[in-house]
């Protein structure tokens, strides 16, 4: 991709050359076709100076092709501009000359082109310029309706130069906020389309392989009955009954799967405690003893319609996210606060941290830095998935050395979403 201010420069380069052939022609047309009396050398040497400035320009754009150029030079470029055309106007009338009203339109072109603190440089240039024009007047302008409005007109411009920046540099970052949010609803939407692809994927392997695991469970069960019978040794006995909870726990794994990818759509919202959903996402997790949870009041006691499963599922993967990238009996801290318009839930581990290429990719499906067999790279991407359809945010800060701390906010529920528990209805004790 071109950098930006190669392409602001290129542009610059082609109506530069389009404003020199048209300073020539009014400059011949003046002289000749009215029959104004003008300094042709000077005015022609300082069309020349532009014209050989913007030739030398040619031959190093093309050098630094593919190469970032620097916003400086740009703005040079058009401070150059601003100081010939102060040149011009002072060898042919002056403030008084019409073409002054030509200062805008630099002003303008910088306003598209050059940052916020860029375009306001070149406008107090551009103004100091026009200034200039009023103290080297000629002496016959003293008299004082003339002076008046001469510096009425100095006046006016600096205002409409001070307008056009302010609104140019509005309507420029707003259409740069727009297309930062079209940027993100692609993305969002992308997401969307990934998590249905995995629900379907993971739909389809557990309707697949429901079949064969159903077989070699009956058949497991008649080879320990058959085994029972005939009087085999224990040991017989107890691996059958390994074949048949190895694969009871498949079966489940798949349900699992699909369930999380968001196959099953019918799990039913119940009213929650959000400090329940931390209780049930540590009850049972290894390693659970180490996690240092600190809950907020509010959590305890306000209720929201949450779908239960998914939610413990969510912030149980990032504990366990947490758990694993710490060291062995490293504590890991959680933290859920209630927020004016949202809860707020942190998970912070004493890990290395992620490299900037790592973070960079993190939450992408199947995407993962665990060793073959600890996890398919799925948690953070169903993570940001669900809270994308509650309006909510995933948000990682990770640097190597650092650990990680993963914030995960979502929307607080309204009157009719929401509700407070008496102390006897609280009864959430999460394990230190």
Same mark, same amino acid.
């Given at each position: 991709?071109?950098?930006?201010?190669?392409?602001?420069?290129?542009?610059?380069?082609?109506?530069?050359?389009?404003?020199?052939?048209?300073?020539?022609?009014?400059?011949?047309?003046?002289?000749?076709?009215?029959?104004?009396?003008? /300094?042709?050398?000077?005015?022609?040497?300082?069309?020349?100076?532009?014209?050989?400035?913007?030739?030398?320009?040619?031959?190093?754009?093309?050098? /630094?092709?593919?190469?970032?150029?620097?916003?400086?030079?740009?703005?040079?470029?058009?401070?150059?501009?601003?100081? #010939?055309?102060?040149?011009?106007?002072?060898?042919?009338?002056?403030?008084?000359?019409?073409?002054?009203?030509?200062?805008? $339109?630099?002003?303008?072109?910088?306003?598209? $082109?050059?940052?916020?603190?860029?375009?306001?440089?070149?406008?107090?240039?551009?103004?100091?310029?026009?200034?200039?024009?009023?103290?080297?007047?000629?002496?016959?302008?003293?008299?004082?309706?003339?002076?008046? !409005?001469?510096?009425?007109?100095?006046?006016?411009?600096?205002? @409409?130069?001070?307008?056009?920046?302010?609104?140019?540099?509005?309507?420029?970052?707003? #259409?740069? @906020?727009?297309?930062?949010?079209?940027?993100?609803?692609?993305?969002?939407?992308?997401? !969307?389309?990934?998590?249905?692809?995995?629900?379907?994927?993971?739909?389809?392997?557990?309707?697949?392989?429901?079949? &064969?695991?159903?077989?070699?469970?009956?058949?497991?069960?008649?080879?320990?009955?058959?085994?029972?019978?005939?009087?085999?040794?224990?040991?017989? #006995?107890?691996?059958?009954?390994?074949?048949?909870?190895?694969?009871?726990?498949?079966r489940d794994i798949l349900?699992?799967?699909?369930?999380?990818?968001?196959?099953?759509?019918?799990?039913?919202? $119940?009213?929650?405690?959000?400090?329940?959903? $931390?209780?049930?996402?540590?009850?049972?997790?290894?390693?659970?003893?180490?996690? /240092?949870?600190?809950?907020?009041?509010?959590?305890?006691?306000?209720?929201?319609?949450?779908?239960? !499963?998914?939610?413990?599922?969510?912030?149980?993967?990032?504990?366990?996210?947490?758990?694993?990238?710490?060291?062995?009996?490293?504590?890991?801290?959680?933290?859920?606060?209630?927020?004016?318009?949202?809860?707020?839930?942190?998970?912070?581990?004493?890990?290395?941290?992620?490299a900037p290429e790592v #973070?960079?990719?993190?939450?992408?499906?199947?995407?993962?830095?665990?060793?073959p067999g600890e996890g398919?790279?799925?948690?953070?991407?169903?993570?940001?998935?669900?809270?994308?359809?509650?309006?909510?945010?995933?948000?990682?800060?990770?640097?190597?050395?650092?650990?990680?701390?993963?914030?995960?906010?979502?929307?607080?529920?309204?009157?009719?979403?929401?509700?407070?528990?008496? &102390?006897?209805?609280?009864?959430?004790?999460?394990?230190?």
């Amino acid at each position: 991709m071109r950098d930006a201010q190669a392409i602001n420069l290129s542009w610059l380069m082609r109506l530069r050359w389009g404003a020199l052939l048209g300073q020539v022609a009014v400059i011949l047309g003046v002289h000749l076709g009215l029959g104004l009396s003008l /300094r042709l050398g000077p005015l022609f040497a300082t069309v020349a100076v532009g014209a050989v400035s913007n030739a030398l320009l040619v031959p190093w754009t093309r050098r /630094r092709r593919g190469r970032p150029v620097p916003e400086a030079l740009t703005w040079a470029v058009m401070a150059l501009d601003v100081g #010939l055309l102060t040149v011009l106007l002072e060898l042919s009338g002056g403030a008084s000359n019409p073409f002054s009203a030509l200062y805008l $339109v630099h002003i303008a072109l910088a306003a598209v $082109v050059l940052r916020a603190g860029a375009s306001w440089a070149l406008t107090v240039l551009a103004i100091g310029c026009f200034g200039e024009l009023f103290v080297g007047a000629p002496a016959h302008h003293h008299i004082h309706d003339m002076r008046m !409005h001469l510096e009425g007109m100095w006046a006016a411009f600096a205002l @409409a130069a001070a307008f056009i920046v302010y609104f140019v540099q509005r309507v420029t970052r707003a #259409l740069a @906020a727009r297309e930062a949010e079209l940027v993100e609803a692609r993305a969002a939407a992308a997401r !969307h389309d990934k998590l249905t692809a995995l629900a379907t994927l993971a739909a389809g392997a557990a309707h697949e392989l429901s079949t &064969p695991l159903s077989t070699i469970a009956v058949v497991a069960r008649e080879l320990e009955r058959q085994l029972a019978r005939a009087g085999q040794d224990l040991s017989s #006995l107890e691996d059958a009954r390994l074949i048949r909870e190895q694969v009871a726990r498949c079966r489940d794994i798949l349900a699992r799967m699909a369930s999380d990818a968001g196959a099953s759509q019918g799990e039913s919202l $119940v009213w929650l405690a959000p400090a329940d959903l $931390v209780a049930r996402a540590l009850e049972g997790l290894p390693g659970g003893e180490r996690v /240092r949870p600190e809950v907020d009041a509010r959590a305890r006691q306000e209720r929201e319609l949450v779908s239960a !499963h998914a939610f413990t599922q969510v912030i149980r993967g990032v504990v366990k996210n947490a758990l694993q990238a710490s060291p062995a009996e490293a504590p890991v801290r959680l933290g859920l606060v209630r927020e004016p318009q949202a809860w707020r839930l942190t998970v912070e581990d004493a890990g290395p941290g992620m490299a900037p290429e790592v #973070l960079a990719r993190a939450g992408e499906p199947f995407f993962t830095t665990k060793a073959p067999g600890e996890g398919m790279g799925l948690g953070l991407f169903l993570t940001r998935a669900l809270l994308d359809q509650l309006g909510g945010q995933l948000v990682l800060d990770s640097g190597p050395g650092r650990g990680t701390r993963v914030v995960l906010t979502w929307p607080a529920g309204g009157p009719r979403q929401s509700a407070t528990l008496s &102390p006897e209805g609280s009864r959430v004790q999460v394990a230190s």
